[in-house]
C-alpha cells in the first residue's frame, strides 16, 4: 500500500507540482483519502517518504550501472552520475524550487539524498586512476561541483530561463565534469 500512494503521489507531482493535494491523489489511485492517511499522516510525511522513494529507485540504478561489466569504467561514473529512473523523464524538476519552499523537511532530506552515497563514484574514480583512464582529483571538490549544480538545477530558476528540461541539463553537467576527468586518449 506504502509504495502504491508513493508512486501515485509521484505521478500526481509530475503533473501538479507541490500543490497537488491528497484529494489528488486519492482520485489518482482511486481510494479514499482515509486510507491514504492510515499509512502517511500529513502531506509533509508524504512528500519526505517520496524524496525517499525516489532516491531509493535512484540508487537501484546506480547499482545497476555499477554491476553491469559492459561498461568501461569512465562510462560507469558517467551513468551513475546522470541516472535517473525511466519514470522521472517528463517530470517537472523545477517544480522542485516550491517544494523547498513549502516543504522544508523534505527540501533537507533532499539534499542530504543528494550528498550521500559517494562510495561507489568514488571508488570507480579510483578504479580509473589507477588504470591511467581518469585523473587523480580531489574527490570532496569533484562531488561539491555536482551537488552544486544538482542544486542549482533544482532549487534555481535555470531549467525554465533556459527552456532545458533536467535529465538534459544533469547530462550536460555530467559531461563536462567527466569529460574534465578522462585522460584524453584512453
Known amino acids: 500500500m506504502n509504495e502504491r500512494i508513493l508512486e501515485g503521489a509521484l505521478s500526481v507531482f509530475k ?24 499509512v ?11 524524496v525517499d ?9 546506480e547499482d545497476k550501472i555499477y554491476q553491469d561489466n559492459s561498461l568501461s569504467t569512465v562510462d ?14 517528463g517530470f517537472d524538476f523545477s517544480a522542485m524550487q516550491q517544494l523547498g519552499e513549502k516543504y522544508p523537511m523534505a527540501y533537507e ?13 568514488y571508488e ?10 581518469v585523473k587523480v582529483v580531489n574527490y570532496e571538490i569533484f562531488k561539491l561541483i ?6 542549482r538545477l533544482l532549487m534555481g530558476d535555470f531549467l525554465k530561463k533556459n527552456k532545458i528540461d533536467y535529465p538534459t541539463a544533469l547530462k550536460l553537467v555530467v559531461d563536462v565534469m567527466v569529460d574534465g576527468i578522462i585522460i584524453k586518449g584512453k
Not at 18 to 24: L, Q
Not at 53 to 61: E, R, S, V
Not at 124 to 133: M, V
Open 15 to 38: 503533473k501538479k507540482g507541490p500543490k497537488f493535494t491528497m484529494d489528488d491523489i486519492a482520485a489518482e489511485l482511486k481510494m479514499s483519502k482515509k486510507t491514504i492517511y492510515t
Open 146 to 151: 555536482y551537488e552544486s549544480s544538482v542544486e
Open 76 to 89: 560507469k561514473i558517467r551513468g551513475i552520475l546522470a541516472v535517473l529512473p525511466e519514470n522521472y523523464y
Open 40 to 50: 502517511f499522516n500529513d502531506k509533509n510525511e508524504l512528500m519526505c517518504e517520496m
Open 124 to 133: 570507480l574514480i579510483k578504479i580509473g586512476s589507477e588504470d591511467g583512464n
Open 53 to 61: 522513494y525516489a532516491f531509493d529507485l535512484i540508487k537501484a540504478a
Open 109 to 121: 532530506k533532499l539534499t542530504s539524498r543528494i550528498e550521500s552515497g559517494w562510495e561507489k563514484t
